[in-house]
């Protein structure tokens, strides 16, 4: 393996400060639901006090690859990953009405992670190396269009409704920082509104949950539950906010206040403060990465850092979103920040990845082709 060089300060700066927050806003957030639920209030943050080393050490393999071998493994990555969301329908655990998680060692993991970043490492691959395709819709995008839409269908049949459209999103910004045209772009959007409006439609909790966000208050004790409280939580915190440990929605009132509603209960136990700041690590790391992107000659390796940092910046947008009420709600997590194994896992990949561009920037060849629309 190459010599390489540290990883960036700032990137893993931002990192460390998210992890750092999680560790304080999982553990306020999580005491009384291990008490009731384990009798053990210590038991969820002792297990993501774990989580967290896993993590870091995944982050640093993979920071650690060369991405060459990402580019000359690209196919037989996504086929793998393919396989191993095959698997996970086949033979994983099904918990409340979804199957995505397979159980290993006692935890539970979600093939999906490995799913996002192998499809951004497809797209770079195809947008970087076959660039005189990109003009005619059978030999540029449609390939491309596949295999997203090979993915999303995996998805679907889980259901994982939420990671579907992110994966949706990040390739369609893609397609277009790789100089995908325009005609086909919109083409392909006008035929994708429609099987989204099915989708949504299709079962009648999903529909509810899509459109509750525009008044949750007309159905607060059901549909607009969560958002009712999400939003009771951030206007109890105000701009000072109630103090670290001292929420109240935490206190089974906001469901899932340690994963997907994290931010709520950081908003109002921090205020206006520890929500400005979480927004500041995050415009931070997304900024860092474009200026990586900017400096960087590789097509390959540029496209491969903006899809990672899309899936990354994309889920945090989502999540925020969702939990103030801006957009539907959805089962996302906010990177690095809310509890979960998998995600974790997921996002020290995508870091990591991101990170090896940046590593091995000395010792890359330069590709001649660079998108029109991609920062030069």
């Known amino acids: 393996m190459k010599a390489c060089a540290k990883p960036d300060s700032i990137l893993l700066s931002c990192v460390l400060a998210l992890l750092l927050l999680s560790v304080l806003m999982v553990s306020s957030a999580s ?7 384990y009798g053990d209030p ?18 640093w393999i993979t920071s650690r690859v060369d991405p060459v071998w990402w580019k000359s493994a690209a ?12 698997g996970v329908l086949l033979l ?21 992670e490995i799913l996002k970043p192998m499809v951004v ?7 970087s190396s076959f660039t005189e395709r990109l003009n005619h819709f059978a030999t540029g995008l449609a390939p491309m269009l596949i295999i997203l839409m ?47 409006l099915v989708a949504i439609i299709a079962e009648p909790y999903r529909a509810k949950r899509f459109f509750s ?80 992107v900017y400096h960087h000659e590789d097509a390959f390796q540029r496209l491969l850092v903006c899809g990672c940092i899309m899936l990354i910046g994309f889920s945090f ?26 995600a974790l896992f997921g996002n020290c990949i995508l870091m990591g990845v991101i990170l090896s561009v940046q590593r091995h920037a000395k010792s890359t060849v330069s590709n001649s082709y660079s998108s029109p629309r991609l920062v030069t």
Not at 92 to 112: C, D, E, H, K
Not at 121 to 127: D, G, S
Not at 329 to 338: A, D, E, H, R
């Open 213 to 292: 966000f525009t008044d949750p208050w007309a159905d607060p004790l059901g549909s607009g539950y969560q958002l009712a409280q999400s939003m009771i939580a951030f206007g109890s915190g105000g701009l000072t906010g109630t103090g670290l440990g001292q929420g109240v929605q935490k206190l089974f009132y906001l469901p899932e206040g340690f994963t997907d509603f994290i931010a709520a209960v950081m908003g109002e136990e921090l205020g206006l403060p520890g929500t400005a700041a979480l927004i500041a690590i995050f415009a931070v790391m997304i900024g860092r990465s474009f200026y990586l």
């Open 92 to 112: 994983g655990q099904r918990i409340n009405g979804a199957t995505r998680w397979f159980s290993l060692f006692g935890m539970s993991f979600q093939p999906v």
């Open 31 to 37: 005491l009384s639901v291990a008490e009731i639920r």
């Open 42 to 59: 210590f038991q969820i943050i002792q297990h993501w006090l774990v989580y967290i080393p896993i993590g870091l050490v995944l982050l």
């Open 317 to 342: 947008m989502i999540n925020m979103g969702a939990v103030m009420g801006m957009i539907p709600t959805k089962g996302m997590p906010i990177p690095f920040l809310s509890y979960g194994g998998s």
């Open 121 to 127: 490492v497809y797209m770079a691959y195809y947008l």
């Open 150 to 196: 090979v993915s999303v269908m995996l998805l679907m049949l889980q259901p994982d409704f939420g990671n579907a459209v992110l994966l949706t999103l990040t390739c369609i910004g893609l397609w277009f920082l790789g100089g995908v045209p325009f005609r086909h772009l919109g083409g392909m959007a006008l035929m994708a509104l429609p099987l989204a």
């Open 75 to 86: 196919l037989p990555l996504v086929v793998v990953a393919f396989l191993v969301m095959l």
